[in-house]
């Protein structure tokens, strides 16, 4: 416990040191409920304070702070491994995981969500398959990476997710050396347009909030 309020002091004094962060924020809403949120980790007792270190480990993760984010996330489940968010505090550990980068230790987080969470597996299947692909792919495990694609974009037609997920299956029948069954899943793309011209690097951590950082190709 005392390693994570260390760290959030450093944090705290990062943000403030640059000119940005909890206290430099214009809207006064987002101020205030950080310095509560804030308060509450570092001052509340163990079991009180759970609900509100999930609450404030989700503000790190939407302000990119990974690492603090992953810390609180896999603390909240040791507090109260048995809680109604344990499972989706797994989920955003891995995804605070994924966004610093570490994409095979991202991979074995994903996994373990599928084999420790069942209800979880259940909510965030679509997230899920999407990430596992996304992680086989950047590992250079294609074979893996396609069967999760195909996966996703067979069953979840309608999915926010699918014309992402068809790039990840393209791209991956692409590396295997599949180049017609590769233009055969390009073909199923509602449109062309906005890939025709460039290859894609996922760079947002969170699928419902992606965005795309183009490169020639």
């Not at 909890?22 to 006064?28: D, P, W």
């Not at 205030?32 to 609900?51: E, H």
Request: proline fraction near 4%.
């Amino acid at each position: 416990r005392d390693r994570i309020i260390d760290c959030l002091y450093k944090s705290l004094y990062l943000y403030i040191n640059k000119g940005r962060g909890f206290f430099f924020k214009r809207r006064k809403k987002k101020v205030i409920k950080r310095g509560i949120l804030l308060a509450a980790v570092l001052f509340c007792p163990f079991t009180a304070a759970a609900g509100f270190e999930y609450e404030f480990a989700r503000e790190l993760f939407a302000d990119r702070n990974y690492t603090m984010a992953e810390m609180l996330f896999r603390e909240y489940i040791i507090e109260d491994p048995e809680g109604v968010d344990a499972g989706s505090a797994g989920f955003m550990s891995a995804e605070s995981v994924y966004g610093k980068g570490a994409y095979p230790q991202a991979l074995r987080d994903y996994l373990g969500i599928i084999e420790k969470y069942p209800a979880t597996k259940h909510k965030y299947r679509q997230e899920l398959f999407h990430r596992l692909a996304e992680c086989y792919f950047r590992i250079k495990d294609y074979e893996n990476s396609l069967k999760y694609a195909s996966r996703l974009a067979a069953g979840y037609k309608n999915s926010y997710l699918f014309n992402d997920t068809v790039l990840i299956k393209a791209e991956s029948l692409y590396m295997l050396g599949k180049y017609p069954e590769a233009i055969d899943a390009l073909n199923r793309l509602d449109s062309l347009a906005e890939y025709q011209y460039h290859c894609l690097l996922y760079t947002s951590p969170s699928p419902r909030d992606r965005t795309r950082s183009r490169m020639p190709s």
